[in-house]
């Protein structure tokens, strides 16, 4: 993907991310996570039914990356089952330690396909994922 339309889709997401703002809602998954070497730190709530995510929401304080990675997040992993949300997690999260991955399955996500060059970027574009990660241990122990 051109390096334009990169910049264009995180900025996009992050001037008008989406999911942006809690529910004060009981029957979502919540996550906290927090980046202890910088600023960001967001919470996650997920609703799930028949093992699908329906619905999913963000809020926080964070980078143009954390916060445009959040939102690629949700849009991407609205209407898929858990195990697909799994797969997407591993191959996004094995493109930012340059291990093997499918781009196929990562949507808009690609677009932090070269963030592994700038390892401080990591922690910020993978920080709504670990949340989701927390949330997805929540859902499988209930």
């Not at 996009?12 to 906290?32: I, T």
């Not at 963030?115 to 929540?138: D, E, G, N, V």
Request: aromatic share 8%; with cysteine; hydrophobic share 35%.
């Amino acid at each position: 993907m051109d390096s334009n339309l990169k910049r264009e889709i995180i900025l996009e997401h992050y001037s008008h991310p989406k999911g942006k703002g809690l529910l004060d809602d009981n029957s979502y998954y919540k996550a906290n996570m927090n980046n202890e070497s910088c600023i960001d730190e967001i919470d996650l709530m997920v609703k799930v039914e028949n093992g699908k995510i329906i619905d999913a929401h963000f809020d926080g304080e964070a980078c143009a990356i954390c916060t445009s990675s959040s939102s690629i997040m949700i849009e991407t992993i609205l209407g898929k089952t858990i195990d697909e949300v799994k797969e997407i997690y591993h191959n996004f999260e094995n493109m930012l330690e340059e291990k093997p991955y499918d781009k196929d399955i990562l949507e808009q996500a690609i677009v932090y396909d070269d963030t592994y060059k700038q390892p401080s970027r990591k922690k910020c574009a993978m920080l709504p994922w670990w949340a989701m990660k927390k949330i997805i241990i929540k859902i499988e122990e209930s």
